[in-house]
């Protein structure tokens, strides 16, 4: 029923075709055995293509953190298949999956997860050492407007300004996979939209696939396409034909 | 409270490896403690017993020759008890399997009956009978343990130049050689020395002395003063050639079990509060940990109406745990530990039962000191968990704050990766915690240095006194001094490449009210076998007028090079005389005063004497020279250099060799302990952190570096200062062996800091890495969602 949707590769506003990223087959993810089984994902298909938003919509426990690590490289399914470039996650190892991360995948977090030892400058510069051709962490910094913040220690910046520090450690790696789990969750809804505003603009300017789990509906407005799981399964795909802008949103 | 009980079982199973740590921290702690205290009270009382038991001495006397009557005016002293009179000789042994010749000290049985005091116990068969035709002795353990003696054995002694041959019909020991040594000698050599006893009648016939004495040992009346009875004495042996009473505490055994007891004392003190107190920071820095973790669960408790006293005392209880491990482990390792001391006693001391006895009031004494250091640990801990407000334990944590480190601030930044300021900042931000590693690390590598500081020292000493000293391959002793034409006999010898003769007369030297008993030795001006040597290790030549005394016995005597010492003649003619101190003498063993051989003469008003000479022979030769040796009658000793290095090196190594094993777990156990503890905490606190760096990219071995390298960071820090700390371990315990009877210099080689390092690294890694495996089971996804 929704397999239109999930997998038909599809073209916006008259580009040609875009790239295939990620192809997800039957993908399932049970914890636990026996009687204590608990199933997380329960087999879901879907195609995602490079420079797409993607909203993940669901209530708490339907699926979507495990989704979203599932395509991060953190947690590897019990049956199905994720692809990546042709390559099965699965069959990686603990190396191939840390070089998965470290190259292709950049993750937002609810919680910033910024290294409090670190100043704002030094959080991005971690990962731009570690990277094949980053950015440096000054650009980093200035296309999430921080610029002037260069270097703070993360206990001296507000919500807004860690998360947009996160940001830009994410990005400046130039990552084709951009994750982020309730990246405004923990913030005020100013804020938030500052933190959106720039995550839609990487999606934008560099072309990345950006991957959003939230919990606030309203988000969908601003995605390719928006994906609802319920009992960890994707139970609506809506496609959206024009993308609203972040401050246009019905906040 | 079961419930809280069970939760308290289940933190402590969670905890189980940093807890199990630091028990053995505080168990090795313990243990020694424990060990020492308990081996103090064994051989206390298994000395103090034998002495009861067996009527050990008060006050003993040699001399030359006194006749049996002589006895009753001793008796008559006010204050004296009893008097056991006797015979006390040295002869040459010839044992056969054995090429050198041995010494033997061959004292008498009483003629009826036991020994009123110093009475023997036989270990095996029976003294031998006055009555059995003669022929039989009794020996001292040690020296039939040494050389395999079964009861029925024959040896060949030269009693007054005849050689006669004994059977062995028991083996004994007796109060006074407890520690059955050669006189002034600092470790036993029981291949070439022993303790016999025959029949008065028989020893006394063979060297004339039927009816007569020269060794007496008295006992005290309740209330008596021994000073004043040691100068009664005196006088009534004056006449006799006595070499000067004294009292047990100059006995030579008594004094080394005494010396023995004191170094305890020493070790039964410092090490274990160090251990402690590294114990009580690694409980604290656990506790703390947990505390925090628990914020919200104690909120929670408290807001359920658990009171502050509840919620403490639960707290408290992991200690309690702690201590009842640590002391548990403790009490089975110091037993043990002091088992194979009591073992190796038995090399050094001869009693008839030497058993580890565990003082039980030190395994209470040890509990309470372990549970004080534990409290003191978790008490600040508890004390915050105690002050939590409800409320605001609900909330969590206020997030860390950092600062740019000062190494940064010095400008070295540009050149830090951001893994290595995580680092330093993380150090910095807890500069306390920070600082106890460092120390307790440190503590690690410095316990290490102090054995190796034994051992390099007791080789520089053996290098000192057979290499730098003593250049001579044996000395032989005259039975008594002979004129100097002995010299050219001795120099026809088999074998013989070189003799140089000496004078050893006992003598007593006194410096205002302090006095002491010593050999004085004439040795030749520029001798080049027996030399007297400076602190420099320069040869000091000796003067014709004035004497070289040891830097020891210039200290006790609190005499300087330029004053006078009344010099005391102990034998032959009595006879004082005021000598110049012109030098002082480098030695590590006994105490000793040397002369100008003739100036010695000049001083005992004889014509050119010597007791013997130190000689260098010939190897190719030397089976000739023992067998010439041991057919010589005048002879009364044959002292074999290298034997006596060699049985030297060997009991040294015995019992240093237990003690660098019993330092070296030690050390590990600490350094591993510590490692695992601040790893397993940093983990625990940096967990989320961590987990970040991984889901961004970071390999196992990047994350694990970041973790590690804060413990690097200090390892490095507490090497240089636990070695400079180790330096005044080894100071301070050395220095508690400097007695009168053995010195130790104090010798830190490279060497041995290099193995301190070398361990502690090595214990630290190994740590390191057992404690990193937990990174592999950091689980990405969880750790992510974890709030702070």
């Known amino acids: 029923m929704l397999s239109s949707a999930t997998t038909a590769p599809r073209a916006k506003n008259g580009d040609s075709e875009r790239e295939l990223l990620f192809h997800v087959r039957g993908l399932a993810r049970a914890y636990g055995t026996g009687s204590s089984t608990v199933v997380a994902l329960a087999g879901v298909d879907f195609d995602l293509y490079a420079g797409e938003l993607i909203v993940l919509l669901g209530a708490s426990g339907s699926g979507k953190s495990t989704l979203l690590n599932q395509l991060g490289g953190l947690d590897s399914p019990t049956e199905g298949s994720l692809v990546y470039r042709g390559a099965n996650l699965d069959e990686f190892d603990e190396e191939a999956l840390t070089r998965f991360r470290r190259d292709a995948v950049g993750f937002v977090f609810q919680s910033y997860n910024l290294i409090p030892s670190l100043t704002a400058r030094e959080n991005v510069a971690l990962i731009t050492e570690i990277s094949r051709s980053p950015m440096t962490p000054e650009e980093a910094l200035a296309l999430v407007d921080l610029g002037n913040r260069l270097d703070h220690f993360p206990a001296q910046l507000s919500g807004g300004e860690q998360q947009r520090v996160a940001i830009a450690r994410a990005i400046a790696k130039r990552p084709e996979v951009l994750l982020c789990d309730e990246p405004t969750g923990a913030l005020d809804v100013r804020t938030g939209i500052t933190v959106l505003e720039v995550i839609e603009r990487i999606n934008r300017e560099i072309g990345t696939l950006a991957v959003i789990i939230t919990h606030n509906a309203i988000l969908a407005e601003m995605a390719d396409r928006v994906f609802t799981l319920s009992d960890g399964r994707i139970v609506n795909v809506r496609v959206n034909q024009q993308r609203g802008s972040v401050r246009a949103l019905a906040w | ?788």
């Open chain 2, 1 to 788: 409270m079961i419930q809280l009980d069970r939760k308290l079982w289940r933190d402590l199973v969670a905890l189980k490896s940093q807890i199990l740590a630091i028990a053995l921290v505080m168990a090795c702690g313990l243990a020694m403690m424990i060990m020492t205290r308990s081996l103090i009270l064994s051989l206390e009382n298994t000395r103090d017993t034998y002495y009861d038991e067996h009527r050990f001495g008060q006050v003993f006397a040699r001399l030359k020759r006194a006749p049996e009557r002589v006895r009753e005016q001793l008796l008559a002293i006010p204050g004296v008890a009893t008097v056991q009179t006797g015979i006390a000789i040295q002869v040459t042994l010839d044992l056969p399997g054995l090429p050198e010749p041995a010494v033997g000290l061959i004292n008498s049985l009483p003629e009826r009956g036991e020994q009123v005091l110093n009475r023997l116990y036989v270990r095996r068969g029976h003294l031998p009978f006055a009555d059995a035709g003669g022929g039989q002795m009794a020996v001292g353990e040690a020296f039939a343990e040494a050389h395999g003696i079964q009861l029925g054995d024959t040896i060949g002694v030269v009693l007054n130049g005849v050689k006669k041959t004994f059977r062995f019909s028991g083996i004994a020991l007796s109060p006074e050689y407890v520690f059955e040594a050669p006189p002034n000698a600092a470790l036993p050599d029981s291949k070439t020395y022993g303790v016999f006893w025959m029949p008065y009648k028989e020893l006394a016939t063979a060297f004339q002395l039927y009816g007569a004495f020269n060794s007496v040992a008295l006992s005290l009346a309740p209330g008596a003063s021994e000073r004043d009875v040691i100068a009664a004495v005196d006088r009534v042996l004056a006449p006799y050639g006595a070499r000067g009473a004294f009292g047990r505490g100059d006995h030579p055994s008594h004094r080394r079990v005494d010396d023995e007891i004191r170094v305890l004392s020493g070790l039964s003190v410092v090490f274990p509060l160090v251990f402690l107190g590294v114990a009580a920071f690694m409980t604290n820095s656990v506790m703390s940990r947990q505390i925090a973790l628990q914020r919200e669960q104690i909120a929670m408790l408290k807001a359920c109406g658990f009171s502050n006293a509840q919620v403490g005392l639960h707290y408290f209880k992991f200690s309690l745990v702690m201590v009842v491990l640590g002391t548990g482990a403790g009490v089975v390792g110091g037993v043990f530990l002091g088992a194979q001391l009591v073992e190796m006693y038995h090399h050094f001391f001869r009693f008839p039962s030497l058993r580890f006895m565990l003082d039980k009031w030190v395994v209470v004494a040890a509990a309470m000191v372990s549970a004080v250091a534990a409290f003191v640990g978790v008490a600040e801990a508890v004390r915050r968990a105690v002050r939590l407000a409800p409320a605001e334990a609900m909330r969590p944590e206020a997030p860390t704050s950092y600062q740019v480190s000062l190494v940064e601030r010095w400008g070295l930044g540009r050149w830090l990766s951001p893994s290595l300021r995580m680092v330093l900042r993380n150090i910095q931000r807890r500069p306390v915690r920070s600082g106890l590693t460092c120390i307790a690390l440190g503590l690690a590598t410095a316990i290490l240095v102090v054995p190796n500081s034994f051992r390099d020292g007791v080789a520089f000493v053996i290098d000192f006194q057979w290499d730098i000293i003593q250049r001579q391959t044996v000395t032989l002793s005259l039975a008594e001094p002979g004129p100097d034409r002995a010299l050219a006999d001795f120099r026809h010898m088999a074998g013989v490449v070189w003799a140089e003769p000496f004078r050893f007369v006992p003598v007593e030297l006194r410096a205002g009210p302090i006095s002491r008993r010593v050999g004085l030795q004439g040795l030749p001006a520029q001798g080049t076998l027996s030399r007297v040597i400076d602190a420099g290790v320069r040869q000091i030549y000796l003067p014709v007028r004035g004497m070289i005394i040891s830097t020891k016995l210039a200290e006790i005597l609190h005499v300087q090079v330029g004053e006078e010492l009344v010099v005391r003649v102990l034998e032959g003619r009595e006879r004082e005389v005021s000598v110049p101190v012109v030098g002082l003498a480098e030695d590590f063993a006994g105490m000793a005063a040397y002369m100008e051989r003739r100036a010695l003469n000049q001083l005992l008003l004889e014509g050119d004497r010597i007791s013997g000479a130190h000689i260098v022979v010939n190897k190719a030769h030397w089976a000739a020279f023992l067998a010439e040796v041991k057919s010589t009658p005048r002879l009364a000793g044959c002292t074999i250099k290298n034997s006596l290095r060699d049985g030297f090196r060997k009991t040294t190594a015995k019992s240093i060799g237990l003690l660098q094993k019993m330092y070296l777990g030690f050390a590990a156990v600490v350094a591993f302990g510590i490692v695992y503890n601040s790893a397993r905490i940093s983990l625990s606190e940096r967990s989320r952190e961590l987990a970040t760096l991984r889901v961004l990219g970071f390999t196992r071995k990047e994350v694990s570096a970041v973790l590690v390298g804060e413990l690097v960071v200090l390892t490095l820090a507490a090497l240089p200062l636990g070695l400079l700390v180790g330096a005044g371990f080894s100071k301070l315990i050395i220095s508690s062996v400097n007695t009168e009877t053995v010195r130790l210099p104090l010798v830190l080689t490279s060497e041995n800091y290099a193995f301190a390092v070398f361990v502690v690294v090595v214990a630290s890694s190994a740590s390191a890495l057992f404690a990193t495996r937990k990174i592999a089971t950091l689980h990405l996804a969880t750790a992510l969602k974890a709030l702070d």
